[in-house]
Nanobody
Framework: QVQLVESGGGLVQPGGSLRLSCAAS??????????INWYRQAPGKQRDLVAT???????NYADSVKGRFTISRDNAQNTVYLHMNSLKPEDTAVYYC???????????????WGQGTQVTVSS
């Protein structure tokens, strides 16, 4: 069974940087990852889309993070990254990755969410 494992969250001061990772495990060689999204959810707020990367490498970002965050993917490692620079207190949230993938075993498409990783930006 494939699952997503997130890492890289933590406490950082305003203006600092973090890199989040999201890796597929559990027979990752049996899936082809298509588009990948990073979401975030702050306490008491809805879950918002932060960044997207498609199968052909197209990227898109929410206006609130544009120019500060970079999404990338390593298909050989079945891993996606979110590099966050110039972090602000309002970036504080739980960050989730979501993939859309094709199973080579079952020959069907599916969505899968990571467990979330906490990012706290504070002095």
């Amino acid at each position: 069974q494939v699952q997503l494992v997130e890492s890289g969250g933590g406490l950082v001061q305003p203006g600092g940087s973090l890199r989040l990772s999201c890796a597929a495990s559990g027979s990752p060689s049996n899936i082809n990852i298509n588009n990948i999204n990073w979401y975030r959810q702050a306490p008491g707020k809805q879950r918002d889309l932060v960044a997207t990367i498609t199968n052909d490498g197209y990227t898109n970002y929410a206006d609130s993070v544009k120019g500060r965050f970079t999404i990338s993917r390593d298909n050989a490692q079945n891993t996606v990254y979110l590099h966050m620079n110039s972090l602000k207190p309002e970036d504080t949230a739980v960050y989730y990755c979501k993939i859309n993938a094709y199973s080579l075993t079952s020959r069907r498409w599916f969505d899968l969410w990571g467990q979330g990783t906490q990012v706290t930006v504070s002095s």
